[in-house]
């Protein structure tokens, strides 16, 4: 997969999460530069003026070869650090960062689980 091709496949996801997740109302900036920690994704968001910069690094998504779920994963992860980002003064960094992975994998759940048949 291309840098580009990721790139695409992230504004997708970003733009189909977004209305989801309430996130309609907030400027989101969307970045694509290399971080450190061997991370491939962060988020500084400002709750009280409800902006928000997701940061993507592109060459290590390609580097380690993340496919499709992986990278729609990435996204929804970030997303949800915007989602709970009003409750980082209350809770310390491990705490959040727990509570936004147990929110993803609630999420990926829900997007997985068969729809309820009509009766």
């Known amino acids: 997969m291309t840098t580009g091709e990721v790139k695409r496949l992230i504004l997708r996801d970003v733009k189909g999460w977004r209305g989801v997740f309430g996130l309609d ?3 989101l900036h969307l970045r ?3 971080l450190d920690d061997e991370m491939v994704a962060s988020c500084m968001a400002l709750w009280q003026y409800r902006e928000a910069t997701l940061t993507f690094d592109l060459e290590q998504i ?3 070869e993340l496919g499709r779920g992986a990278i729609r994963k990435t996204v929804l992860h970030e997303l949800l650090h915007v989602v709970c980002c009003g409750y980082q003064r209350h ?3 491990e705490q959040l960062e727990a509570m936004v ?3 993803e994998r609630i999420v990926e759940h829900c997007w997985k ?3 309820p048949k009509d009766s």
Do not use: C, N, S
Request: glycine letters at 0%; hydrophobic letters at 20%; charged letters at 45%.
């Open 91 to 93: 809770h310390k960094r």
């Open 32 to 34: 694509y530069d290399r």
């Open 62 to 64: 390609v580097d380690r």
């Open 25 to 27: 109302e907030w400027t």
């Open 113 to 115: 689980a068969p729809q």
């Open 101 to 103: 992975t147990d929110l």
